[in-house]
């Protein structure tokens, strides 16, 4: 699956979205992508999944014992990407702040774990779903993305693979484009500012 692909799946769903929007981050865009559209239809999730799939090499593949995802964002495709490995997928969330597994989920010590995100714009959220699965005694041996918003600028201690890297300039409020402050600003995500 090229970029253009994995872009006209977004489009396709509805889950590209143009305007105003201002970012948990505090900056603004013009874009955003809501990932829990281009995930709602199970067949375009599978898609996704499988291209992710395909995009680990051939070794790591073999590796992986067990998916993890965070909650909320990674849920879908976690488990999309565990079909796509034939290996289980659980999830790790956060009910007091900091991630752990709930729900009777395990991670056996030494057992092989592939990281699965939605989208990784910072990598902070990645970075503590690892220590939360070394912590249970898991290894991660690789981190996947749908899409990488990092703009190259996160780091992890493990491989990093995204199915598509996209960069949307964005803008503290002193520096918004005359286009963007003639319009108020949406907050389209999942997290309360």
Same mark, same amino acid.
Request: proline share 6%; with cysteine.
């Given at each position: 699956?090229?970029? #253009?692909?994995?872009?006209?799946?977004?489009? !396709?769903? %509805?889950?590209?979205? #143009? *305007?105003?929007?201002?970012?948990?981050?505090?900056?603004?865009?013009?874009?955003?992508?809501?990932?829990?559209?281009?995930?709602?239809?199970?067949?375009?999730? %599978?898609?996704?999944?499988?291209?992710?799939? !395909?995009?680990?090499?051939?070794?790591?593949?073999?590796?992986?014992?067990?998916?993890?995802?965070?909650?909320?964002?990674?849920?879908?495709?976690?488990?999309?990407? %565990?079909?796509?490995?034939?290996?289980?997928?659980?999830?790790?969330?956060?009910?007091?702040?900091?991630?752990?597994?709930?729900?009777?989920?395990?991670?056996?010590?030494?057992?092989?774990?592939?990281?699965?995100?939605?989208?990784?714009?910072? %990598?902070?959220?990645?970075?503590?779903?690892?220590?939360?699965?070394?912590?249970?005694?898991?290894?991660?041996?690789?981190?996947?993305?749908?899409?990488?918003?990092?703009?190259?600028?996160? #780091?992890?201690?493990?491989?990093?693979?995204?199915?598509?890297?996209?960069?949307?300039?964005?803008?503290?409020?002193? #520096?918004?484009?005359?286009?963007?402050?003639?319009?108020? !600003?949406?907050?389209? *995500?999942?997290?309360?500012?």
């Amino acid at each position: 699956m090229t970029d #253009e692909d994995v872009l006209s799946e977004f489009r !396709a769903a %509805g889950a590209l979205l #143009e *305007g105003h929007f201002l970012l948990s981050s505090g900056r603004h865009s013009a874009h955003y992508l809501q990932c829990a559209r281009v995930l709602m239809n199970p067949d375009r999730a %599978g898609r996704l999944a499988v291209a992710l799939a !395909a995009k680990l090499p051939r070794d790591l593949r073999a590796k992986i014992d067990k998916v993890v995802s965070p909650a909320m964002g990674g849920l879908i495709i976690g488990h999309e990407m %565990g079909r796509a490995l034939n290996v289980d997928a659980v999830f790790v969330e956060r009910p007091t702040g900091t991630f752990e597994l709930r729900r009777g989920f395990s991670i056996e010590p030494g057992e092989r774990i592939l990281l699965v995100e939605d989208v990784v714009t910072t %990598g902070l959220s990645s970075r503590e779903a690892i220590k939360a699965v070394e912590a249970e005694g898991g290894k991660v041996v690789a981190l996947a993305c749908l899409v990488d918003r990092t703009g190259g600028q996160a #780091e992890f201690d493990v491989p990093f693979e995204p199915l598509v890297s996209l960069t949307f300039p964005t803008y503290a409020d002193d #520096e918004l484009p005359p286009e963007l402050a003639a319009t108020p !600003a949406v907050k389209p *995500g999942s997290r309360k500012a």
